[in-house]
Protein backbone atom coordinates (compact mmCIF):
# COMPACT_ATOMS: atom_id res chain seq x y z
CA UNK A 1 0.00 0.00 0.00
CA UNK A 2 1.19 3.36 -0.59
CA UNK A 3 2.37 5.70 1.82
CA UNK A 4 1.14 8.74 0.15
CA UNK A 5 -2.64 10.31 0.38
CA UNK A 6 -2.99 10.31 -3.63
CA UNK A 7 -1.07 8.76 -6.53
CA UNK A 8 -1.36 10.12 -9.85
CA UNK A 9 -1.08 8.02 -12.80
CA UNK A 10 -1.73 8.49 -16.62
CA UNK A 11 -4.88 7.19 -18.14
CA UNK A 12 -6.84 7.59 -20.84
CA UNK A 13 -11.32 8.46 -21.41
CA UNK A 14 -13.64 8.23 -24.62
CA UNK A 15 -15.05 11.67 -24.64
CA UNK A 16 -17.20 12.63 -27.61
CA UNK A 17 -16.72 16.09 -29.23
CA UNK A 18 -18.96 18.67 -30.16
CA UNK A 19 -17.32 20.75 -33.31
CA UNK A 20 -19.22 23.66 -33.80
CA UNK A 21 -19.50 25.21 -36.90
CA UNK A 22 -22.16 28.17 -35.63
CA UNK A 23 -22.06 30.63 -32.57
CA UNK A 24 -25.33 31.19 -32.15
CA UNK A 25 -26.49 29.77 -28.73
CA UNK A 26 -29.95 28.81 -29.64
CA UNK A 27 -28.93 27.54 -32.99
CA UNK A 28 -26.31 25.19 -31.25
CA UNK A 29 -28.79 24.49 -28.72
CA UNK A 30 -31.54 23.20 -31.07
CA UNK A 31 -29.02 21.04 -32.77
CA UNK A 32 -27.54 19.36 -29.76
CA UNK A 33 -31.60 18.75 -28.73
CA UNK A 34 -32.16 16.88 -31.64
CA UNK A 35 -28.90 15.34 -32.04
CA UNK A 36 -29.56 13.77 -28.06
CA UNK A 37 -32.64 12.97 -29.00
CA UNK A 38 -31.71 10.41 -31.62
CA UNK A 39 -29.55 8.30 -29.28
CA UNK A 40 -30.75 9.49 -25.73
CA UNK A 41 -28.94 6.39 -23.68
CA UNK A 42 -25.79 7.51 -25.07
CA UNK A 43 -25.52 11.44 -25.02
CA UNK A 44 -27.89 12.41 -22.46
CA UNK A 45 -25.53 14.05 -19.52
CA UNK A 46 -22.58 12.71 -21.33
CA UNK A 47 -19.41 14.86 -20.66
CA UNK A 48 -17.83 16.39 -23.99
CA UNK A 49 -15.33 18.47 -25.40
CA UNK A 50 -16.27 21.56 -26.99
CA UNK A 51 -13.78 22.44 -30.25
CA UNK A 52 -14.28 25.71 -31.32
CA UNK A 53 -11.60 25.86 -34.74
CA UNK A 54 -14.09 26.25 -37.03
CA UNK A 55 -15.41 29.14 -35.97
CA UNK A 56 -14.61 31.94 -38.22
CA UNK A 57 -16.85 34.60 -36.58
CA UNK A 58 -15.97 36.10 -32.52
CA UNK A 59 -18.02 34.28 -30.14
CA UNK A 60 -19.07 34.91 -26.90
CA UNK A 61 -18.01 32.19 -24.71
CA UNK A 62 -20.90 32.75 -21.85
CA UNK A 63 -23.96 32.38 -23.79
CA UNK A 64 -22.35 29.30 -26.01
CA UNK A 65 -21.37 27.58 -22.58
CA UNK A 66 -25.20 28.24 -21.26
CA UNK A 67 -26.77 26.75 -24.16
CA UNK A 68 -24.52 23.60 -24.21
CA UNK A 69 -24.76 23.01 -20.60
CA UNK A 70 -28.88 23.59 -20.55
CA UNK A 71 -29.24 20.48 -22.79
CA UNK A 72 -27.41 18.45 -19.89
CA UNK A 73 -24.27 17.63 -22.00
CA UNK A 74 -20.91 18.55 -19.45
CA UNK A 75 -18.39 20.26 -21.12
CA UNK A 76 -14.84 18.69 -19.61
CA UNK A 77 -12.72 20.71 -22.03
CA UNK A 78 -12.35 23.33 -25.03
CA UNK A 79 -10.25 22.58 -27.85
CA UNK A 80 -9.05 24.18 -30.82
CA UNK A 81 -9.60 28.06 -29.73
CA UNK A 82 -6.40 30.25 -31.40
CA UNK A 83 -8.38 33.90 -30.40
CA UNK A 84 -6.45 35.23 -27.16
CA UNK A 85 -9.53 36.98 -26.07
CA UNK A 86 -11.43 33.83 -25.79
CA UNK A 87 -9.06 32.02 -24.58
CA UNK A 88 -9.35 34.48 -21.34
CA UNK A 89 -12.67 34.61 -21.64
CA UNK A 90 -13.42 30.51 -21.37
CA UNK A 91 -10.61 30.24 -18.80
CA UNK A 92 -12.27 32.74 -16.66
CA UNK A 93 -14.80 30.78 -17.07
CA UNK A 94 -13.29 27.41 -15.13
CA UNK A 95 -13.39 25.60 -18.58
CA UNK A 96 -10.23 23.49 -18.99
CA UNK A 97 -8.59 24.56 -22.78
CA UNK A 98 -6.89 21.44 -24.50
CA UNK A 99 -4.83 20.63 -27.03
CA UNK A 100 -5.86 17.33 -29.51
CA UNK A 101 -3.43 15.22 -30.14
CA UNK A 102 -3.94 15.77 -33.83
CA UNK A 103 -3.10 19.35 -33.85
CA UNK A 104 0.50 19.43 -34.80
CA UNK A 105 2.53 21.98 -35.59
CA UNK A 106 3.89 21.89 -39.42
CA UNK A 107 7.57 22.49 -40.22
CA UNK A 108 8.85 23.20 -43.60
CA UNK A 109 11.11 20.73 -45.19
CA UNK A 110 14.30 21.05 -46.15
CA UNK A 111 14.63 23.27 -50.09
CA UNK A 112 16.94 20.20 -51.25
CA UNK A 113 15.04 17.29 -49.63
CA UNK A 114 12.66 15.41 -51.89
CA UNK A 115 8.57 15.62 -51.54
CA UNK A 116 7.79 12.64 -49.29
CA UNK A 117 5.75 9.86 -50.95
CA UNK A 118 1.80 10.21 -50.02
CA UNK A 119 0.55 8.24 -47.14
CA UNK A 120 -2.39 6.44 -47.84
CA UNK A 121 -4.59 5.63 -44.85
CA UNK A 122 -6.63 2.79 -45.17
CA UNK A 123 -10.25 2.95 -44.71
CA UNK A 124 -11.21 1.88 -41.01
CA UNK A 125 -14.51 -0.15 -41.36
CA UNK A 126 -14.42 -2.21 -38.02
CA UNK A 127 -13.18 -1.37 -34.12
CA UNK A 128 -11.74 -4.99 -32.85
CA UNK A 129 -11.55 -5.62 -29.79
CA UNK A 130 -9.98 -9.14 -28.36
CA UNK A 131 -10.03 -8.24 -24.48
CA UNK A 132 -12.70 -8.64 -21.99
CA UNK A 133 -14.54 -5.45 -21.36
CA UNK A 134 -14.73 -4.51 -17.47
CA UNK A 135 -16.87 -2.75 -15.89
CA UNK A 136 -16.71 1.11 -16.03
CA UNK A 137 -15.32 1.13 -19.75
CA UNK A 138 -16.65 2.92 -22.21
CA UNK A 139 -15.72 1.68 -26.01
CA UNK A 140 -16.74 3.72 -28.93
CA UNK A 141 -16.29 3.04 -32.75
CA UNK A 142 -17.00 6.44 -34.28
CA UNK A 143 -18.32 5.90 -38.09
CA UNK A 144 -18.04 2.04 -38.03
CA UNK A 145 -18.71 -1.23 -36.82
CA UNK A 146 -17.62 -2.53 -33.13
CA UNK A 147 -16.78 -6.25 -33.00
CA UNK A 148 -15.86 -7.49 -29.38
CA UNK A 149 -14.33 -10.76 -29.00
CA UNK A 150 -14.83 -11.81 -25.57
CA UNK A 151 -16.73 -11.01 -22.22
CA UNK A 152 -18.43 -7.96 -21.53
CA UNK A 153 -18.93 -6.92 -17.96
CA UNK A 154 -21.99 -4.87 -16.46
CA UNK A 155 -20.96 -1.94 -16.14
CA UNK A 156 -19.22 -1.43 -19.20
CA UNK A 157 -20.67 0.09 -22.23
CA UNK A 158 -19.86 -0.63 -26.16
CA UNK A 159 -20.83 2.03 -28.63
CA UNK A 160 -20.92 2.12 -32.06
CA UNK A 161 -21.94 4.66 -35.01
CA UNK A 162 -22.46 1.03 -37.24
CA UNK A 163 -23.44 -2.44 -35.91
CA UNK A 164 -22.19 -4.38 -33.08
CA UNK A 165 -20.88 -7.63 -32.76
CA UNK A 166 -19.95 -9.43 -29.33
CA UNK A 167 -18.37 -13.12 -29.31
CA UNK A 168 -18.56 -13.54 -25.79
CA UNK A 169 -20.87 -13.13 -22.72
CA UNK A 170 -22.79 -9.54 -22.94
CA UNK A 171 -23.37 -8.53 -19.41
CA UNK A 172 -23.03 -4.43 -19.73
CA UNK A 173 -24.82 -2.23 -22.36
CA UNK A 174 -24.95 -2.18 -25.96
CA UNK A 175 -25.87 1.03 -28.44
CA UNK A 176 -25.24 0.60 -32.51
CA UNK A 177 -26.15 3.46 -34.64
CA UNK A 178 -25.21 5.89 -31.77
CA UNK A 179 -25.19 8.65 -34.41
CA UNK A 180 -29.26 7.59 -36.02
CA UNK A 181 -28.57 4.78 -38.06
CA UNK A 182 -31.66 2.73 -37.97
CA UNK A 183 -30.20 0.27 -40.13
CA UNK A 184 -27.46 -0.82 -37.43
CA UNK A 185 -27.98 -3.98 -35.76
CA UNK A 186 -26.43 -6.04 -32.84
CA UNK A 187 -25.20 -9.36 -32.65
CA UNK A 188 -24.65 -11.57 -29.76
CA UNK A 189 -23.61 -15.38 -28.83
CA UNK A 190 -24.88 -14.86 -25.16
CA UNK A 191 -27.26 -11.80 -24.14
CA UNK A 192 -27.39 -10.79 -20.83
CA UNK A 193 -27.13 -7.12 -21.44
CA UNK A 194 -28.07 -4.56 -18.99
CA UNK A 195 -29.53 -2.05 -21.74
CA UNK A 196 -29.36 -2.61 -25.25
CA UNK A 197 -30.35 0.24 -28.54
CA UNK A 198 -30.33 1.17 -31.76
CA UNK A 199 -30.63 4.42 -33.07
CA UNK A 200 -31.78 5.32 -29.53
CA UNK A 201 -34.91 3.35 -29.17
CA UNK A 202 -33.55 0.85 -26.32
CA UNK A 203 -34.81 -1.84 -23.68
CA UNK A 204 -33.73 -2.31 -20.70
CA UNK A 205 -32.46 -6.13 -19.04
CA UNK A 206 -36.51 -6.71 -18.27
CA UNK A 207 -37.78 -5.74 -21.59
CA UNK A 208 -35.95 -8.66 -23.34
CA UNK A 209 -37.39 -11.74 -23.82
CA UNK A 210 -37.11 -14.50 -21.34
CA UNK A 211 -36.92 -17.12 -24.20
CA UNK A 212 -33.69 -14.75 -25.48
CA UNK A 213 -31.36 -14.24 -22.24
CA UNK A 214 -28.71 -15.85 -22.41
CA UNK A 215 -28.71 -17.26 -25.99
CA UNK A 216 -27.44 -16.06 -29.54
CA UNK A 217 -29.65 -13.50 -30.58
CA UNK A 218 -29.70 -10.34 -33.33
CA UNK A 219 -31.34 -7.30 -32.58
CA UNK A 220 -32.61 -4.53 -35.28
CA UNK A 221 -34.97 -2.19 -35.35
CA UNK A 222 -38.12 -2.35 -37.22
CA UNK A 223 -41.14 0.34 -37.30
CA UNK A 224 -39.48 2.32 -34.71
CA UNK A 225 -39.29 -0.80 -32.08
CA UNK A 226 -37.17 -3.07 -31.54
CA UNK A 227 -37.30 -6.67 -32.71
CA UNK A 228 -34.62 -9.80 -31.74
CA UNK A 229 -34.63 -13.22 -33.81
CA UNK A 230 -32.22 -16.23 -32.80
CA UNK A 231 -28.87 -15.38 -34.61
CA UNK A 232 -28.16 -18.77 -36.93
Not at 130 to 151: E, F, K, M
Not at 202 to 219: D, F, H, M, Q
Amino acid sequence: MSNTPIELKGSSFTLSVVHLHEAKPEVIRQALEDKIAQAPAFLRHAPVVVNIGSLTEVANWQPLQQAISSTGLRIMGVSGCKNPQLKAEIDKAGIPLLTEGKEKTVRAAPVEAPAPEPIVTPVTKTRLIDTPVRSGQRIYAPNCDLIVTSHVSAGAELIADGNIHIYGMMRGRALAGASGDKEAQIFCTHLAAELVSIAGVYWLSENIPATYYGKAVRLRQDAAALTIEPLN
